[in-house]
C-alpha cells in the first residue's frame, strides 16, 4: 500500500503552517549559551531545515512533507538516529492509507536506501533502519524476499570484507528468511580472498551452528567432519592463523557433544592432536588447541604434556599473554 515518494523540492513545500518550535531558547541549534566555549557554525541551510525537522516531529506530522524533510536531515546528518526512527513511523503511517494513486512500496523505499546506503558505508543506522523496515511493514512471506537484499549486502562486503554492520544485516536476513542456500559459497568466497578474514570465518560458524539445528544426527556428523576437513586445509594455508584455529577448535567441541560414544571422541580428539602437532613449532595457535585437546582427553594423564605447552607460550610463541599463561599453570598447581 502506498504513497510515492516526494518528487518535489524544498522550494516546492507548503510550509506556512509549520508549527513554531517551542523549545528552551537555551536549546535552540542558533542560540549561542553563554558557558559554551564556542558556538557551532551551522549553515543557515543546515539551521532552516533542522527547524522544519523538528517542528513537524514535535507536533507528531506523519506526511508527505514529512517524510521529505527526514530525506533531506538524513543526508545532512546521516547517523542521526532520531530521524531514521521518525521517517520508519512516516512510513508505516502512509502505507497504511488506502491512497493507490500514488505508491510507495517497500522496495521504492529500499531502492533510495540502496543509493544512500552505497555513500555511506559505515552508517549502521541503514541496517538498523532497514531490517524494521523488512520485519514491520511486511504483511506477508512473500512480498519480500532475501533475493531483494543480497546485491547491496554483496556490494558493500566487496568494498569491505570486515564491515562489521553489513555482516551483522545478513545474519539477521538469512535467519529471518531462514534461507541458507547461498551461504557456504558467500563463506568460501570471502575466506579464498583472505583467509584472514575473521568475518568471514564468524560468518561461516553462524551458517554451521543453524544447520545443525535442523539436521538429523547422521548429517550433523557429516556435516562437521566436511567442515573440519576444509578447516584443516585452510591451516595447512595459514598456520599462524586465530580466526581458522578458532573454528576448528569449535568443530571439535561439536563432534563431543555429538552424542558419539566416548571411544570415537577420543580417536577424534587424538585424530586432531596429530594435526595439530604438525605446526608446534611454527603456530602459537596450535599450541593453545593442543593444550585443549589434551585436556578434553583427559587432564591428569596429560598433564606433562599441557604445562609444557603453557611455559612455551609464556617463554616463547605467546609471550604478550603471558600473565594468562601463568595463571593457566597455577590452575593445573
Known amino acids: 500500500m502506498s504513497i510515492q515518494q516526494e518528487q518535489y523540492t524544498f522550494d516546492d513545500l507548503d510550509l506556512s503552517n509549520v508549527p513554531p518550535i517551542q523549545d528552551n531558547s537555551n536549546h535552540k541549534l542558533d542560540h549561542h549559551h ?8 551551522y549553515s543557515k541551510d ?22 521529505y524533510i527526514t530525506k533531506q536531515v538524513i543526508q545532512l546528518v546521516p547517523a ?5 526512527n521518525f521517517r520508519f513511523h512516516i512510513l508505516q ?24 546506503t552505497l555513500n555511506n558505508p559505515k552508517n549502521y543506522q541503514i541496517w538498523s533502519y532497514r531490517e524494521s523496515l523488512i520485519k514491520d511493514t511486511v504483511s506477508f512471506p512473500n512480498q519480500h524476499s532475501l533475493k531483494r537484499e543480497l546485491p547491496i549486502i554483496e556490494l558493500m ?31 568460501d568466497k570471502y575466506i579464498d580472498r583472505d583467509v584472514y578474514n575473521n568475518s568471514s570465518w564468524c560468518h561461516r560458524m553462524f551458517i554451521l551452528e543453524n544447520m545443525i539445528l535442523v539436521s538429523t544426527p547422521i548429517d550433523r556428523l557429516s556435516l562437521i567432519e566436511k567442515e573440519t576437513k ?18 576448528y577448535r569449535r568443530l571439535q567441541l561439536l563432534l563431543l557433544n ?34 585443549f585437546a589434551y585436556s578434553a582427553l583427559d587432564s591428569q594423564k596429560y598433564r606433562t604434556q599441557i604445562l609444557e605447552i603453557y611455559q612455551c607460550l609464556v617463554t616463547k610463541y605467546d609471550p604478550i599473554r603471558a600473565n594468562y599463561w601463568k595463571y593457566k599453570i597455577s590452575e593445573l598447581e
Not at 502512509?94 to 544512500?116: C, G, P, R, Y
Not at 564491515?163 to 559459497?185: A, F, G, I, L, P
Not at 555429538?258 to 594435526?275: A, C, P, R, Y
Request: hydrophobic letters at 30%; charged letters at 25%.
Open 34 to 41: 553563554p558557558r559554551e566555549l564556542c558556538k557551532i557554525l
Open 46 to 67: 543546515y539551521l532552516h531545515t533542522l527547524k522544519i525537522f523538528n517542528a513537524l516531529l514535535n507536533s507528531n506530522e506523519y506526511s508527505k512533507r514529512s517524510l
Open 80 to 84: 542521526y538516529y532520531t530521524a531514521w
Open 93 to 116: 503511517k502512509l502505507m497504511a492509507l488506502s491512497d493507490t494513486e500514488n505508491e510507495i512500496t517497500l522496495d521504492k523505499e529500499l531502492d533510495w536506501l540502496d543509493e544512500f
Open 157 to 187: 562486503i566487496d568494498d569491505d570484507t570486515k564491515n562489521y554492520h553489513v555482516w551483522s544485516y545478513r545474519k539477521w536476513c538469512v535467519k529471518y528468511y531462514q534461507d541458507y542456500t547461498n551461504e557456504w559459497k558467500f563463506c
Open 230 to 247: 576444509y578447516t584443516m586445509e585452510k591451516i595447512d594455508l595459514a598456520p599462524q592463523n586465530i580466526s581458522s584455529w578458532n573454528y
Open 258 to 291: 555429538n552424542g558419539t560414544d566416548n571411544h570415537k571422541k577420543n580417536i577424534n580428539l587424538q585424530n586432531s592432536i596429530e594435526f595439530a602437532n604438525r605446526f608446534n613449532t611454527t603456530s602459537s595457535y596450535a599450541l593453545e588447541y593442543l593444550a
